[in-house]
C-alpha cells in the first residue's frame, strides 16, 4: 500500500475546513439566539413589552325600545303611540312573538312581530322572518317611509291620526 505524498497536507485541509464549517455554524446559531424576539401581535415589528392592553367592551343586550328610538329617531314618539297607546294599541307588550289572525274579525291575513305587520298586504309568504324584532322594526320603518311619515297603514295610527 502506497500513501500519498501529500497524505498530511490533505488530512489537514478536510480538517480546517470542518472546522471553519464548524465556527460558521457556532457563529450563525449565536447570532440568531441573540437577536430573536417574542412576537405576540401579527405584525413582526412588535415586541411583548410594546402592547398595551385593549379594554373589553361587553355587548349590550338587544333592547327592543332602543332599537325603535334608534330606527324611528324623531318619529319615535308616534311609534310608541301606535304600537302602546292608551285608548288603541298595536302591540302594547312590544312582543316580537305575537301574531294575530285577522280572519276572526272579517279581516284578511295576519299581523306578525312588533309591528304587527300584515303577510297578506306586504306579500309576504314565508312569514318566519317578521318575528325577528329587528326586521320588522326596519319593515315598519319601511311602510311608514313609504306612506309620506304617516302610520296610516296600522289602525291606531288611523286613531290617532298621525
Known sequence: MRLNKNW???KNIKMGTRLLFLFFLIMILGNFQRNTRVIVSPLPEVEAWEIEAIPTVTPTPYSVQEDI???FGKYSDKAFLVL???ECAENRKLNPEAVNDNTTWGGVGRDWGVFQINDHWQGVS???FL???RINIRIAWNI???SGYKFTRWTCGKHYKI
Open 69 to 71: 328610538k334608534q330606527v
Open 8 to 10: 498530511r497536507k490533505t
Open 84 to 86: 302602546q297607546g292608551k
Open 144 to 146: 311608514f317611509e313609504r
Open 126 to 128: 314565508n312569514t318566519a
Open 131 to 133: 318575528k325577528d324584532p
